[in-house]
């Protein structure tokens, strides 16, 4: 089992910036994949960036360029720095863990961006 927390996320004006984590704990030796997904009300679950244990990141063009999706090995959490962030950022962002035995999810923080 791979247990996943997100910080809090929060409400932030257009053009600011905000860093969500998401620490894994449990049985973490094989997670191969972290990712950062998100969902706006009415609309799907979609992927936001992820990055694999050798390094290679994947961003959704959205946000590329904006926000920055790392992950500390030695800490065991993953983060997510979102800049210039935009009203249509607004949304509840889970990070997610694949492993060999499944993908797991953390339980979600809304963040929010004022106009």
């Known amino acids: 089992q791979v247990r996943l927390v997100e910080s809090r996320g929060g409400l932030v004006q257009a053009g600011g910036s905000l860093t969500l984590s998401c620490a894994a704990s449990?049985?973490?030796?094989?997670?191969?994949?972290m990712g950062w997904y998100r969902q706006a009300p009415g609309k799907q679950r979609e992927l936001v960036a992820d990055i694999t244990k050798g390094g290679r990141i994947n961003y959704a063009a959205s946000v590329k360029d904006r926000f920055t999706i790392s992950w500390d090995n030695a800490k065991n959490t993953a983060y997510l720095r979102m800049n210039a962030l935009k009203p249509e950022d607004t949304a509840v962002y889970y990070c997610k863990a694949e492993r060999w035995t499944g993908d797991y999810w953390g339980q979600g923080t809304q963040v929010t961006v004022s106009s």
């Open positions: 449990g049985t973490i030796s094989g997670i191969a994949v």
